[in-house]
C-alpha cells in the first residue's frame, strides 16, 4: 500500500502563512507600538483601544458575511449615525428606551432589506446599490436631526454604555482596568456570527455562494434569500453599533462615523476575507479588527494629523487589496 504523500517545507509554511500569518502580524505590531510609542501600553490606553474597535468590530462580524457571499455594503457608514439620531430622537420625544431600540434597529434592518432586495433580486450591483442608500441613508439621518446633534438625558441608555465588567481599582480606589458594555457586545457577535458560519447550514451556504453562485443554486441553495438575510442581518447590526456609540457619546449626531465603512471593510480584507466572495474566518477578521485598531491608536499617541491618517488608512486597505489578488493568482 502506497503512503500518503509529505507536504513540503515550503507548502507547509504557505499554509501556515495563510492561516495564521495576520494574526503574526498583529503580534509583532502590537510588541513594536508597545515598545515604541509612549503610553500605548498602559491600563488606560488597552481601555481605550478596546472601545476603539469594538464598533468597528461589531458591523465587521455581519461585514465577513457580506463579503464572504461576494457582495458588498458602503450604506454601513451612514446606518450607524442613523440608528443613533433615531434613538435619541424618539427618546427625546417619548423617554421610551425599548421604543427607542426597536425602531433604531428596525430601520437598520429595513435598509438592510432594501439593499438584499435589490442586490439580490433585481441583480443590480451591490457597490452601485449600497452607495446609493448610504447617500440617502445620510440625508435621512440629517432630516431625523434637523441637521443637528441630539443630546441622550436617558440614564438607563447612559448607564448601559457606561457599564462594565470586571472593574480592576487600585489601593486608591481609582478605576485601572475595565471592559465596557460596547465591547462585551462586540466579544459576543464575534462568538456569535463565528459560530454561525463555521457550524451552521446559513454559514456554509454564504460560503458556497461566494464561491460558485451558480453551483450553489444548483445545490439547492436559496440564493436570494441567504443575500437577503445577509443584507438585513447587516443593516440591523449597523444600527445597533449606531445606538452604541450615540449612547458612549451621549448624542445622536448624523456626522459621526464617517468613513467607517472603509475601516470596516479594510479590517475585513485584511483577515483574509476575499473580495471575490468564498473565503472568511472570524478569527482572521478579529485579528484584522485589532490591526487597524493598533495602527489608528499608534497614530493618535504619536499626534499625527488626521488628514494623513486618512492616507495611512486607504495605503493598508490598498495593501490588503493586493494581498488579496496575489492569493487569488497563487491559489
Known sequence: MSSLPKPSASSLAHTLLDRGGMTLVLFVLAAVCWVTVRGFGTPENLMNLLLQVSMVGTV????????????FDLSVGTIIPAGGVL??????????LFLALTASLAFGALVGLIN???VARLKINPLITTLSTMMMVRGIAFVFADGKSIGIANDALLNLASWAFPVIRNDAGSVVFQITFPVWVCLGLFALFGFVLQRTAFGRNTLAIGGNEEAARLAGVNVTGV?????????LVAALAGVLLAARLGIGDPKTAQGSELSIISACVLGGVSLSGGVGRMSHVIAGVFIMGVVENAMNLLNIDS???YIVRGA???AAVMLDQLK???G
Open 328 to 330: 487569488q493568482r497563487r
Open 307 to 309: 488628514f494623513y491618517q
Open 227 to 235: 443575500k437577503i438575510a445577509i443584507f438585513t442581518l447587516q443593516g
Open 316 to 318: 493598508i486597505l490598498l
Open 60 to 71: 465587521a462580524t455581519t461585514m465577513l458575511f457580506c463579503l464572504a457571499s461576494g457582495n
Open 116 to 118: 438584499g432586495t435589490i
Open 87 to 96: 434613538c435619541a430622537l424618539i427618546l427625546r420625544q417619548t423617554n421610551n
